[in-house]
């Protein structure tokens, strides 16, 4: 059938800026790959025979063991892929990194990957921003049991980025996510490639988390009550899976592709020296222009593009990327619990903080969320003369404005409620068969959604900034952008992080701060179905604050 396939990509395409041209560039095989309306339901994991992969990946979930700290190896929960097909940079191991191998796409690829659970509980993985359909995105409902196999193809729509892959089954995410599970999904497009950015050696990609080990050196996930409600803090915070990350790098150029791969902690990153920082793309890829910031904020999920520029250092300079201090993030209540105890205890309202004696350095660090201190250390071990310069115009895109929505004045309500025991999103938590009318999208349209505080949480003698948090809000499917941020009733601290947020990119991740009303434009187009729209917040995210958008 001559479906609307190619309409919807062409679309899709000239919306994300690529054009006609673009299209029209694509391999004949892939403007040709046509297996039938792509608009319908597919079977869910199993392999299609004709549908003729680009790349096939096996990918497998299982328990291991490998060394992190000094001291006895540590057992994680992780990735593994093998390449069946494809291009042979495609999969990257990070070495010594419980971290699932870097994968490399092009746009227009098609793509099979075979997860194989041999994990002792149930998983799924979900591509986080990818657009893919609904049946491939690796909802809780996919979930597979040990042993079992399931198959997701589909093809790479999305443009340029760094997105990720973690286990999404409900209740257990953030374990499982917490104890290894995740990896970097970097596609590639003739647009960027085009710019010839900093790559191989140049371009790094960094995961950052935080982790609490044992005295076993074994991770320990084991949120309490309290801890469920502002977020699991860890006390070591590692980089690409490994503490106290150094780096030996030139004097010059370098791209630095951050993720935040921690269940709750946001991180306000900044240099040492105060030099600032330099950002060329978010979540969705490249921004328009280049921007620069005093310090950027990463909550759980975003990523940041981040061009680094160490010309002219001398050999044996260093630099440090830290993390400042802030503070409005978690309900005030637990913040000033955790100040009491001077970010000694472990258990001061689960604001991380107490550090391991093997692990104390000169300088002590406070590691609580919202405390000060280094995540990267950078030396220069080489000067070199030539260096890459920074592109004054990166990448070309439509920006969405009012006159692009179905729903211009009635957005759609993305309302936060924040109550003692429970975080939830338009006042329900997770549940099949749930999905409010309002919560139906016609597919193809544009949205406008609006990001708020509920005042209906009715949480009585809790007044509502005693338990008003930050909640980085994730959609899935297609990438949005943000039109409008506005701190109408910004809480304590707001002022520590305001100039922080990047906002003017293709986004599927954003940081909601207390008192904050954010709006945004969200397309939903090619696929019909079930998207989940979540706290990405871990803990919350497993409490249920999840729901899901029925595109029809
Ligand atoms: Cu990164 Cu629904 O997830
Ligand atoms: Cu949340």
């Known amino acids: ?68 700290l000094p001291g006895p190896a540590t057992w994680v929960m992780r990735y593994s892929a093998k390449l069946i097909k494809g291009p042979s940079n495609t999969l990257t191991d990070i070495p010594g990194s419980y971290l699932g191998p870097i994968m490399r796409f092009q746009t227009g690829q098609k793509i099979r990957i075979s997860l194989i659970n041999l994990l002792d509980e149930a998983t799924i993985v979900h591509w986080h921003g990818l657009h893919v359909p609904a ?60 710019l010839e950015l900093p790559s191989g050696e140049y371009e790094i990609p960094l995961v950052i988390q935080d982790k609490q080990f044992d005295n076993d050196n074994q991770l320990r996930y084991t949120p309490h009550m309290h801890e469920r409600m502002t977020g699991y803090f860890g006390d070591q915070i590692l980089v690409n899976g490994r503490p106290k990350q150094k780096l030996n790098l030139a004097s010059r150029a370098y791209r630095f592709r ?7 902690r946001i991180y306000k990153l900044a240099w040492d020296d105060n030099t600032p ?57 637990a913040e000033r619990m955790s100040n009491m105890m001077g970010g000694r205890g472990r258990h001061g309202m689960g604001m991380g903080g107490m550090h391991h004696g093997m692990n104390n350095d000169v300088n002590a660090e406070d590691t609580r969320m919202g405390g000060e201190y280094p995540i990267l250390t950078v ?21 969405y404005s009012l006159n ?71 959609l899935h499917g297609q990438y949005f952008q943000i039109l409008s941020r506005t701190a109408e009733n910004p809480g304590a601290g707001y002022d520590t992080v305001k100039e922080g947020f990047v906002d003017n990119g293709f986004k599927d991740t954003v940081l909601v701060m207390p008192g904050e009303r954010i709006k945004i434009i969200k397309p939903f187009q090619d696929f019909k179905g079930l998207f989940m729209y979540h706290c990405h917040n871990l803990e919350h995210e497993d409490m249920g604050m999840m729901r899901e958008f029925s595109v029809e």
């Not at 000067?383 to 990166?394: A, R």
Request: cysteine-free.
């Open 1 to 68: 059938m001559k479906s609307n396939f190619n309409l919807n990509r062409r679309r899709f395409l000239s919306q994300a800026g690529f054009g006609l041209l673009a299209f029209a560039g694509l391999p004949a095989a892939l403007q040709a790959m046509q297996t039938g309306d792509s608009m319908h339901t597919l079977p869910a994991g199993k392999a299609s025979a004709n549908f003729l992969p680009d790349v096939e990946i096996e990918l497998y979930a299982q328990a291991s063991k490998l060394s992190i």
């Open 135 to 194: 049946e491939m995105d690796g909802s809780p409902h996919y979930a597979i049991a040990k042993g079992e196999r399931f198959v997701y193809e589909f093809e790479m729509l999305n443009r340029a980025s760094m997105n990720i892959y973690h286990p999404h089954p409900h209740h257990q995410t953030a374990r499982q996510f917490y104890m290894g599970m995740a990896g970097a999904i970097i596609v590639n497009d003739a647009e960027e490639s085009r």
């Open 258 to 264: 951050l993720m935040n791969g921690s269940t709750a």
């Open 277 to 333: 920082i330099t950002v060329i793309g978010t979540d969705g890829g490249l921004l328009e222009t280049p921007v620069q910031k005093p310090y950027v904020m990463l909550a759980p999920a975003e990523r940041l593009d981040l061009w680094v520029d160490f010309s002219g250092r001398k050999k044996g300079s260093q630099l440090i990327l830290g993390s400042r201090a802030f503070s409005g993030a978690v309900p005030a209540m």
């Open 379 to 399: 030396t220069i071990n080489r000067e070199v003369t030539d260096s890459p310069t920074l592109p004054s115009h990166l990448s070309q895109f439509k920006r």
């Open 404 to 474: 692009d929505v179905a729903n211009p004045k009635q957005p759609l309500p993305l309302a936060i409620s924040e109550g003692p025991m429970s975080m939830l999103l338009n006042g329900r938590g997770f549940a099949d068969d749930d999905v409010q009318d309002f919560e139906r999208i016609a597919v193809n349209s544009i949205q406008l959604l609006e990001i708020f505080r509920s005042q209906s949480g009715g949480h009585g003698g809790m007044g509502m900034g005693m338990m008003s948090m930050a909640h980085p809000i994730h």
